[in-house]
């Protein structure tokens, strides 16, 4: 099992671009979640999905859309790049009350 | 929403045992999780309190009590490895979603 899966690994994107970060998951979860990790500031949920078909707004949402394309895909897009985008993106898959993060895109807007 | 408090960092030396403490404000709290990120990478799941009382896996051992909103890890045996950031996070009703703290960066010297 590949467990969580993130592409890309890093990016560098120029204000006002757009991307998509891609995460998948091999362990048949429901629930899946992406998160952003800022120096000091811990992890910061973006966007969660708790099952196929639905999405909901978790603590810093603007600025970033989602989709949950399938049970094993959850993507994540910038629409306009913004200096304060610049962080580290993880995605995460749950069972229960334990959450496996995937290895983390590091994004850079300049 | 929650909030967590954990100290920034804590150091110990090998073979010693180090307690990290976190506290929270809550609404809606379902339990405690400690999860353990080694040079920003994955975070990794340590541990969950559901319930008050002590619970032990291995070297780690995690407490929670409820009335007092508060929460600790516990490291025996300090080993190098052991240095990372350890993020406490309260679980919210119905197991959705997690918020976690700021993180205690721990320091293993030999």
């Known amino acids: 099992n590949a467990g969580v899966t993130q592409t890309p690994k890093f990016q560098v994107l120029k204000t006002g671009q757009s991307m998509t970060l891609q995460c998948a998951q091999d362990m048949n979860h429901n629930s899946m979640y992406w998160y952003r990790q800022d120096p000091g500031m811990g992890l910061r949920l973006i966007y969660y999905s708790a099952s196929e078909g639905t999405t909901d707004k978790g603590e810093v949402p603007n600025g970033y859309n989602v989709s949950r394309l399938n049970k094993r895909e959850f993507s994540l897009r910038l629409e306009s790049a913004a200096p304060s985008q610049t962080s580290v993106y993880f995605c995460?898959?749950?069972?229960?009350?334990?959450?496996?993060f995937g290895p983390g895109t590091r994004l850079t807007v300049t | 929403g929650q909030s967590l408090e954990q100290p920034s960092e804590v150091t110990a030396v090998e073979g010693a045992i180090v307690q990290i403490n976190c506290t929270y404000q809550?609404?809606?709290?379902?339990?405690l999780s400690w999860y353990q990120q080694h040079d920003g990478g994955a975070p990794t799941f340590l541990s969950y309190?559901?319930?008050?009382g002590l619970e032990e896996t291995g070297r780690f051992s995690s407490f929670l009590s409820r009335s007092d909103s508060y929460g600790y890890l516990l490291l025996q045996e300090l080993q190098m490895k052991d240095s990372a950031s350890y993020f406490c996070a309260a679980m919210n009703s119905g197991y959705s979603t997690l918020t976690f703290g700021k993180g205690t960066m721990l320091l293993v010297s030999p």
């Open positions: 309190n559901a319930l008050d």
């Open positions: 809550t609404s809606g709290f379902y339990g």
């Open positions: 995460a898959s749950s069972h229960i009350y334990e959450q496996y």
